[in-house]
């Protein structure tokens, strides 16, 4: 855990406000859902303090390389999702948002609770299958079938996504030589491809331009239409406000809030501003040498 606080606060960019759809049938059931990563070897808690530190170097503690930690990164979440939403879920830098993606796309296994969904929650998100030394055409094609796609479908779109995706004929070239926004871009074009019963979308929004977002939140709505949910991982609060019609809050792994997109982004926004408050005061005490 960072307490890094890398993100805005004001949505310089609200042009947009989500479209309202009619909400149908559950989705998605999350119940009391727990993910905890063991991490084998390393040697110490990221807890750390300085005596313990020394305790361990001196030999005194129990601590060793090879020691195996834990790290909660989910706890007790609950909810349901329903057809046609679009979710975002917002918290400061590992809080566990991805997780908790991951959790319910299947790719991390759970530590209690349980995951009811229709279809397969499809991730298409940073991490995701793409391969940085592949061209961006191969990595449609991965993509494409890591979403559930056939190489006929995937074929048959394949155009539709290059000019979503704005990349042009940079698509030939291997992904590694993208810009990072480039490579969101194209994530996203081919998540947004397929028309699966829950997408979800991590950080792929952060690097576009007002044209890209636009058509974004056009594919999403579309996606919505089909009786599908959208879940938007986002570390700005502006594409969150502008995209979901719900949000939900993680902090240290816990769902500290879930509602209408309106309150949560105005509750998590003044708990980003009290963050910066405390960090300037701290600066302003060290800088004046106490
Ligand atoms: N593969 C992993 N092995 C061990 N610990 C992990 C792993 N992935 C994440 N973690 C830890 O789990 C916690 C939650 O991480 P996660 O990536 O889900 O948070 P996040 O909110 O998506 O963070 P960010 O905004 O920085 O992307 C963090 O403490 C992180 O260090």
Excluded at 73 to 86: D, H, K, L, T
Excluded at 100 to 108: E, H, P
Excluded at 159 to 167: A, H, R, T, Y
Excluded at 183 to 189: I, P, T
Aim: aromatic fraction near 4%; hydrophobic fraction near 40%; proline fraction near 3%.
């Amino acid at each position: 855990m960072t307490d890094e606080i890398d993100f805005e606060v004001d949505a310089e960019d609200l042009d947009q406000v989500a479209t309202q759809k009619e909400v149908g049938e559950p989705s998605l059931v999350v119940d009391d859902l727990s993910v905890t990563y063991r991490i084998v070897g390393g040697g110490h808690a990221p807890t750390e303090t300085a005596g313990s530190l020394l305790r361990r170097v001196v030999g005194r503690g129990r601590r060793h390389v090879g020691a195996v930690h834990e790290v909660k990164a989910i706890r007790n979440v609950s909810f349901v999702a329903r057809q046609g939403e679009a979710i975002g879920i917002l918290g400061i830098n590992g809080s566990g948002k991805s997780t908790l993606l991951r959790a319910i796309a299947g790719l991390v296994p759970s530590s209690g609770g349980s995951v009811y969904s229709v279809g397969a929650p499809s991730l298409l998100g940073v991490n995701a299958v793409l391969m940085s030394q592949l061209s961006g055409e191969r990595n449609i094609m991965v993509g494409g079938l890591a979403m559930g796609l056939s190489p006929k479908e995937v074929n048959a779109r394949f155009d539709d996504i290059v000019e979503f995706s704005g990349i042009g004929d940079s698509v030939y070239l291997p992904m590694r030589t993208y810009s990072s926004g480039m490579a969101a871009r194209l994530r996203f074009a081919i998540s947004a491809a397929a028309t699966p019963d829950i997408l979800m979308i991590d950080e792929a929004l952060a690097t576009g331009d007002a044209d890209f977002r636009q058509r974004s939140k056009e594919r999403m709505d579309a996606i919505r239409d089909h009786a599908s949910t959208v879940f938007l991982v986002s570390h700005s609060i502006a594409t969150v406000a502008s995209m979901c019609t719900r949000a939900m809050w993680l902090d240290h792994g816990r769902l500290v809030m879930d509602g209408p997109v309106g309150d949560v982004t105005a509750a998590y926004a003044e708990f980003i501003r009290a963050k910066h408050r405390e960090r300037d005061a701290a600066r302003g005490e060290q800088a004046s040498g106490h």
